[in-house]
């Protein structure tokens, strides 16, 4: 079966500080890959996905950037956050394999990010 | 483009009482449907799928049909429990193979004992 693993669960950081956030799934090759905020009480915004290694399509411009190392290793980082970067953050997959438009995403248990 | 709404929230409702959450999309091409379900403090899990008209998702004991011709799904549920409270997200897939999934905003339910 596969499973989707994000860390870590809770992150404090101070305005202008740095961050890595880590999404890896397991189980699977070649998924396609994302990257959601929400913030309190709101819905969900894409900010990255991917459909494979080094592929990186960003949907908002913002603070924030994603990387790819490996297959099924995805990664938000940022060089210094804002305060509007606050919210819980989500990490998805799908199947790449089985063509597009059919497939539900799954979702990892989210990272909270507050900045002080 | 593509776009999903949902009913406002929250909802509140007594247990046992039927529930619908509306549901209508747009969408050029034919999209697959979802329904996903928010716990607080947790990530979306995956509550139902159907992937053509007319065809009937449901898990749970919550039910959504796949309506073309009103471009609806709507979530039911014949009888609510106080466990069934959280945000409820609808949500397509992009017809045109981008991979990309297009969210509702959510429906918040509250169900009282």
């Known amino acids: 079966s596969q499973t989707i693993h994000q860390w870590p669960a809770t992150l404090v950081q101070p305005v202008g500080s740095p961050l890595s956030l880590e999404c890896t799934v397991e189980g699977t090759s070649n998924p396609n890959l994302y990257w959601y905020r929400q913030a309190a009480g709101r819905g969900l915004q894409l900010l990255f996905y991917s459909v494979g290694i080094g592929q990186i399509s960003s949907e908002v411009p913002q603070n924030l950037s994603a990387s790819r190392p490996q297959d099924r290793q995805f990664i938000l980082s940022s060089k210094k956050l804002l305060l509007s970067d606050s919210g819980f953050y989500l990490c998805?997959?799908?199947?790449?394999?089985?063509?597009?438009?059919?497939?539900?995403?799954?979702f990892g248990d989210g990272t909270r990010l507050s900045i002080l | 483009g593509n776009s999903v709404t949902q009913m406002e929230g929250p909802v509140t409702l007594s247990e046992e009482a039927f529930l619908t959450i509306n549901c209508t999309y747009t969408a050029t091409g034919y999209p697959s449907l979802f329904w996903y379900v928010q716990y607080p403090g947790e990530g979306l899990q995956l509550l139902l799928k159907a992937t053509k008209a007319d065809d009937k998702g449901s898990n749970k004991g919550f039910e959504a049909t796949y309506r073309k011709e009103t471009t609806s799904f709507h979530l039911e549920k014949g009888s609510v429990q106080v466990s069934d409270s959280a945000v409820y997200f609808c949500?397509?897939?992009?017809?045109?193979?981008?991979?990309?999934?297009?969210f509702g905003t959510g429906t918040r339910l509250k169900v009282l004992a």
């Open positions: 949500a397509l897939s992009d017809p045109s193979g981008t991979y990309k999934y297009i």
């Open positions: 998805a997959w799908s199947w790449r394999s089985l063509g597009p438009g059919n497939q539900p995403q799954h």
